[in-house]
């Protein structure tokens, strides 16, 4: 476990949350100065932006403070597990939920709604190594997702209204009236598997799109992961096992099946990945676990 973190650089995206992210600043500003610590504060103005500034941030060392949604965070993930990969072990990340999925902070154990504890956490200065998803030189923190809810993340993406997590039941109604099961091509530890299915989701922690508990048993610090393959169904029994995805409860189903892997290749016509929200490309991909890759300030 590296020392408490005394210079702590703090990257937000003023936007996220619909200006949460502003509206919190003086507060968590506050907090982690008051708990002793030197506070440099960069807002970004664009991703590419928040991205150059979190890259510089992580090469100088000590604890990057990223503020906003996943999006923001998935960049903090990025850049301090690379910079450990490569040797050093002056940086660590620090989390606080600004945006409005916050589904790698509530993975992770921190309150996705309360952007002043995780200052605090920051401030006790307790680091824990936890396990990323490597999947060509990237990283993700959350879940790689391939099929109906890599289309539903696609289609949310694209709409203009409304806003924040809103979004996601809404593109989740639209693309269930034209979605039909995909093919897939899976490699799982070396042993090939071709089906049909809604879905393929590979997690490292047990949330995506705003708390769908899709993996809701996967643990960081287990060095595995998580597969949940949804069988082909019908879009009425599908869509009567919506609600129960934010509980976890859907894994009862007979149609869902649950597994534990290092490494999964997933490849299919037209399959599309997402992770931690964010656009990763067209299948084929490899996904595989990173242990103990990303020390991250956690309660």
Partial sequence: ??????RVTLILNPSSGKGRAQELLPRVAACLRDGGLDVTIRPSRDYDEARALIETAAGAGGAVVVMGGDGMIH?????????RAAGHRDVTLGMIPAGTGNDLCRGLGLDPDDAIAAARSIVAGRTELVDVIEIAGRRIGTVLATGFDAMVNRRANAMAWPKGSTRYPLATLA?????????????????????????????????????????????????RL???????????????????????????DPCVERLHAEEVSVDGPGLVAF??????????LTARIAPSALPVHLP
């Fill in 1 to 6: 476990m590296p020392p408490a973190p005394s």
């Fill in 275 to 284: 992770g931690d929200g964010e656009l990763l490309g067209a299948t084929p």
């Fill in 175 to 223: 693309e269930l009236r034209v979605f039909s099961p995909l093919r897939y091509r899976l490699v799982i530890d070396g042993e090939r598997r071709d089906l049909d299915a809604m879905l393929v989701a590979v997690g490292n922690t047990c949330c995506y799109g705003g708390g769908i508990r899709i993996c809701p048993d996967a643990d960081p610090r287990d060095a």
């Fill in 226 to 252: 998580d597969l949940t393959i949804i069988h082909p169904v019908s879009r009425f029994r599908l869509l009567r096992l919506l609600p129960k995805l934010y509980t976890g409860e859907f894994v009862t």
């Fill in 75 to 83: 960049l903090g993930l990025n850049a301090v597990a690379a910079r």
